[in-house]
Every structure is written in structure tokens, then in C-alpha cells.
């Protein structure tokens, strides 16, 4: 079975958060995080500052090796040097629009507590390596709702992890918890999350890709590794070591594409389905597809949202991005 489909795409250059592109220059020359850092500050804008996935996408395709490189972001170990941050990248924690509990946040005795729960709508901080259900956020409003509580127990990154893979992200800021209203009298993790890791080009990113964030190590700012790298050949994560070590490293320069406007692209698809009991004109179907044709933008380092739109023609309908 074979269907003809106009897809119709808007394609922006840059992804709608940060809507500005960098380009990165992976250096095979090993330097000190230091060294690297004033390399780049001389010959391109900075060492690479990452703020979302689009951005980790251009960066891995653009490296050429498999080794360890330096990346910007930089450790100020010490409790009082924690900020936190919501998890969805571009959400900004402001200080007046929290709902913190009575005496939260507490590292309650002397522990690190460095995520944050909800319990009947109040929030805590809480060991991240404990397990708690969650509440994933999804911005297409799969099956028709945004908020999913995830019943399964997972630490703090591991549900950050499924969310990231499944939905959006960990519900993010007051706006996306008040338009989910869920009230449980168990904790949940939320997307709150405190480190002492800050990109040194002042950048403001909370968006971090860490290889694991087991026991605490990554986010509680103790260790004197303080200094970021990514670990290419390991699905691109990130890790850490000393900075005195001297490692290749990864620039960044703003995309001169980073002006370029919205592009639409009007492109015909012919979809060929083997399988004949497979109804394209399935709701569910029509869904699945989206999310496949979604997903393969994606691993292209393009981050877009589809949604169909019938048309006049009584078989064509069209995937529209509503938001780039
Ligand atoms: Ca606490």
C-alpha cells in the first residue's frame, strides 16, 4: 500500500529555545582546561557552551575524534555555591515563584540534597540517588495531556533520563505544574535540580548530559575534578576531571546561520506501508508516524513539533510544525 503525503515543513536554523546556532571546532591539541579556554577565547568566540540537545547533536557530528575533549562548563565545589535549576533548558528558577514546604530546602541532616519531590504540591529537596515516582512533561500533548505521572521508582536522573526519552522533559516551573494540578501525598520528583557547575561564558544553560549522576558525585560540587569534558566514545556524554590535565578540546563560534530566517519547505512523501491490515487513516497510525518522522528530525540535531492538518483534498493531509 502506497500513499502520497505532502509534508509540510517549517525549518528553522536554530532550535526554539535558544534560536541562536553555534558552531563548533573540535582541537586535537591536548591543553589544560585553561590553556584551551584562552586558545578558543583567541580564535573563536569561547570553549563550547551546550545549552540544549540541538546544540550536543552539532557538537558530536561535528568532533573527529572518540577521546575525551573539554567542554566550558566548570565546578565551584562548595554547599553554599549550589544554584538550582529547572531541567527543561530554558525554564529559568526565580527565586519568588517557588512553593518550597516549611523549612525546605533543609540537606536534611547534613546530607547533600541536591533534587527536589513534590508532596501535595510542596516541594523538598531530596537526596538525588533515593528512588521516587515522577511527573514527565510532555510539550506535544501526547494523548491529550501533558503531565504523566510515571509510577515507576527511579532516582532523580534516571527519571530525567525517561522523561528526556519518552516525554519532554521532567516537569519544569511553576507554569507547567499549575497547568498539570497534580496532587499526590508521596513524593514525586520534579525538575528541580541544584549544582555548582556554570558555563564560563556566563551562560546560564541548565542543561547538563552527564555520563551518570550516581551517588551524588556529579551534582554536589566535592569533587576537585571540576572541569567538564565529553566522552565521545561513550554516546557523547559528559564526565569530569582535573583541569590541570591536559585533554583536546571543543570551541565554539555563533553560526553566521544563526540570522537566517524561518525556511518552509513544502516536500511530497510517498509512505509505503507493507503490511495491508495497517489503516493510514488511524488516528493511531497517523500519531505513530508523526512521532517517527519527528524523531528522525531529531537525530538530525533539529529540534520541531508536528501535527496534522487535513486538507481540502479529501486524502492529502499534512504534518504542520507549529513551533521550531
Ligand atoms: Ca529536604
Partial sequence: MQRKLFVFILMGQCSFITCQLHDYYFIKENKTWDEAQTYCREKYTDLATVSNMTDMKRLIVSTQSQDEAWIDLHSYPGKDNRTWYWSLPGVEYIENKTNWAMGQPDDNQGHFENCAVMTNKEWSDFPCNYTSKFIC???????????????????????????????????????????????????????????????????????????????????????????????????????????????????????????????????????????????????????????QLEQKFREKGVSVKLSWRKLPEKQNTCPEIDKV
Avoid at 190 to 209: A, C, E, K, M, P
Avoid at 219 to 235: F, I, P
Fill in 137 to 291: 512533561y510532555n510539550e506535544t500533548n501526547q494523548a491529550n495531556k501533558t503531565c504523566h505521572v510515571i509510577d515507576y521508582l527511579m532516582t532523580w536522573p534516571q527519571a530525567q533520563n525517561y522523561c528526556r526519552e519518552n516525554h519532554t522533559d521532567l516537569i519544569s516551573g511553576l507554569d507547567q505544574l499549575h497547568s498539570c494540578a497534580v496532587q499526590s501525598a508521596s513524593n514525586m520528583w520534579i525538575g528541580l535540580f541544584r549544582d555548582t557547575w556554570r558555563w564560563s561564558d556566563g551562560s546560564n544553560s541548565s542543561f547538563r548530559y552527564w555520563e551518570s549522576l550516581s551517588n551524588n558525585d556529579m551534582v554536589d560540587g566535592e569533587s576537585d575534578k571540576t572541569c567538564a569534558t565529553t566522552v565521545l566514545n561513550r554516546a557523547g556524554r559528559w564526565s569530569f576531571d582535573y583541569c590541570s590535565n591536559k585533554k583536546p578540546f571543543i570551541c565554539y563560534d555563533v553560526s553566521d546561520r544563526v540570522a537566517a530566517p524561518v525556511k518552509q519547505h513544502l516536500v511530497e512523501m510517498t509512505l509505503r506501508v507493507d503490511d495491508p491490515t495497517v489503516d493510514m487513516k488511524d488516528p493511531a497510525v497517523a500519531e505513530a508516524l508523526l512521532k
